[in-house]
């Protein structure tokens, strides 16, 4: 497992999209919750920008930030991951020096469990800094009130990472790739869920949709009330 892994960081130290999409994941995931300290007045039902803040709820705000992030920046990154090895035929390569292809994609596999844990580590470090530092009065019980957001951002995170690793895999170009993962996601599973699931089985069971399933893991928060009635 080490050496497949210390053999992606060499190929990965050198691809500028990784350095760029981690950077702007580790800077703009406690920014963008932090930008809401200058927004005034919020819609109902929120009555106060605070509740993205303090504890409890700091979980599940920033939760949804990563959503996002991990949705654009780590899906893209492992569709790169695999497209830039086809372009540059290192996949080959290392193919022909020894490596199995079993070897290859468990190496990508632990790339992508290696990069969710990072994520998760560090969406669990902001929130607990901005949680601190933002409630008045901290109590244990309400510090660890929704910690049960780690372990579903981490599986968030490998989702999106997992789905971009297999479009990757089948699309082998990056900008076919790209388009596919954004279609999908953005349009195709919600026209199959909404236009055809929806008409054809009248059922809860349009949401269990795979890339649904990913998106609910951290949803927004004030919106889970609405999923009730659906």
Known sequence: MLYLLKLEWIKLNKLLSFRIFT?????????????GKRIDQLP????????????PTVWEYLGYVGNWLCFFFFGFLSIIVITTEYSYRT?????????????????????????????????????????????????????????DYIPRYFLMCWGYMSFGLMIGFLAKRTGIAL?????YIMFIELILRW????????????HF???NAVEDLVPL??????????
């Open 209 to 211: 949709y795979p890339m």
């Open 23 to 35: 950077l702007f994941y580790f800077v703009l995931l406690p920014a963008i919750l932090l930008t």
């Open 179 to 183: 388009f596919l993962y954004l279609a």
């Open 91 to 147: 996949m080959r390569q290392n193919i022909i020096t020894g490596l199995s292809r079993r070897q290859y994609f468990l190496g990508k596999v632990y790339f992508i469990l290696c990069m969710s844990l990072m994520a998760t580590a560090y969406y669990a470090l902001c929130a607990l800094l901005i949680g601190y530092f933002n409630t008045s009065s901290v109590y244990w019980h309400k510090v660890w009130q929704h910690a």
């Open 195 to 206: 236009g055809v699931h929806l008409q054809l089985v009248k059922h809860r069971s349009m």
């Open 44 to 55: 109902p039902p929120l009555m106060t920008n605070e509740v993205f803040f303090i504890f």
């Open 221 to 230: 928060p004030f919106t889970q009330m609405a999923d009730q009635f659906l």
